[in-house]
């Protein structure tokens, strides 16, 4: 009986859950380039491992070409501001700042880091945008999603 | 895809992340199509191995009143240096007065990137420490601001950031209570440029003190010139085998 309640009530949670998006849930901005292979999910579950593994292989061991790159994840994932340049933890639509203020988890990466790209690399992402027209769809797609 | 060369325990391997992902692709991607793009690279990065990265300075040809190193580090790495005590200084130049001749040098110093440092040696936390390539750096994940390594160092050459910074470099990260100092521009070793942005500021001045290169290569421009040439160690009494030298000091 009680098995049944609880099956009973996550599914009405998973029927509820686009209700819930819309309002409830931290709106999460699309990135710009390429969407992750590993999925979203492995990315929101992981990234936090990722970044402090890789963070040793590329401050110890001089090993740049990595998954977890911080530059990398500021670029792609940067959210243009009113002013059109890309905005910085000190906003909340900055695109770690939706999910982290919403679960009240500290960032301290930017207490060092920079939290936008510098405008070299602002600029190495938009090509990958307009490149040809598929790949403008897809981020419209995306983006619509 | 990078295997890590040192396993650190408490840490999920990339292995592990590799199973999980893999894992994922196949739950999510039913049809049998993988998008999985891990592996393939295979151009070696990281750290040279076996180098010895050093700095060669001529003292004789660094004139007293240009400071076109000081500068380019300043805007390299994000440093400014107003002239306030707290203010940082990765390079700065110094003026060497011989009491009896009265005979004057000019020329910047900087980290010395010593093979037995001694701010690793005091360092309680293990964030300042050697890379394989001989550059001795501060790792500010560790780092706790103890200023320890200031005080061991016998050239002053690391500083202590006061303020908060922000809109930092990119490949220089900067932040309050961490230590910083000369990294030789270790983002551009890593990214094959061959020198630092001191040594093209002064040879785009056209004096050419400044040479870098890999003290371990003999056929390296820096080699031949430290073999063939007199140069001399800062503190050499000290027994420390610094990575830079300099000449007619």
Known sequence: MKKLLVSVLMMAALLGAPVLAEGLLPNIPAALGEPHPEGNEFWRVNHPEILSHDRDLTVQDGIRDIDGSLKTCVACHAVEGPDAAPVTTASPEHACMTCHEYVAVKVDCFQCHNSRPEAADWSAVLPSLGGTPESLRAYLERISQ | ?249
Request: net charge negative; with cysteine; hydrophobic share 35%.
């Open chain 2, 1 to 249: 895809m990078i295997i890590p060369t040192k396993e650190k325990g408490a840490e999920i391997s990339r292995r592990d992340l590799l199973k999980k992902g893999g894992a994922m692709a196949t739950v999510t991607l039913a049809s049998g199509v993988t998008l999985m793009s891990f592996g393939g690279k295979a151009a070696a990065d990281g750290l040279k191995p076996g180098a010895r990265w050093g700095l060669l300075i001529d003292a004789g040809k660094c004139p007293e009143d240009c400071s076109a190193c000081v500068s380019a580090c300043s805007k390299e790495h994000g440093w400014e240096d107003n002239g306030l005590d707290t203010d940082p200084q990765w390079i700065r130049k110094v003026t060497l007065r011989e009491k009896s001749s009265g005979r004057e040098n000019s020329l910047p110093v900087m980290c010395q990137h010593c093979d037995e440092p001694p701010c690793v040696d005091v360092c309680p936390t293990g964030a300042s420490f050697k890379r394989e390539d001989g550059i001795v750096l501060v790792n500010k994940h560790t780092c706790i601001g103890c200023r320890y390594c200031m005080m061991a160092c016998p050239f002053k050459a690391r500083s202590f950031v006061h303020e908060q910074v922000t809109d930092q470099r990119t490949a220089s990260p900067r932040g309050n209570g961490t230590v910083e100092g000369c990294n030789m521009c270790v983002h551009k070793i890593d990214r094959g440029d061959g020198t630092t942005a001191c040594v093209e500021a002064c040879q785009a001045t056209g004096n050419n003190a400044m040479m870098f290169g890999d003290l371990n290569d003999p056929e390296s421009e820096i080699a031949i010139a430290v073999a063939t040439y007199a140069s001399v160690e800062l503190r050499a009494d000290l027994g420390l085998n610094l990575g830079v030298r300099y000449q007619n000091i």
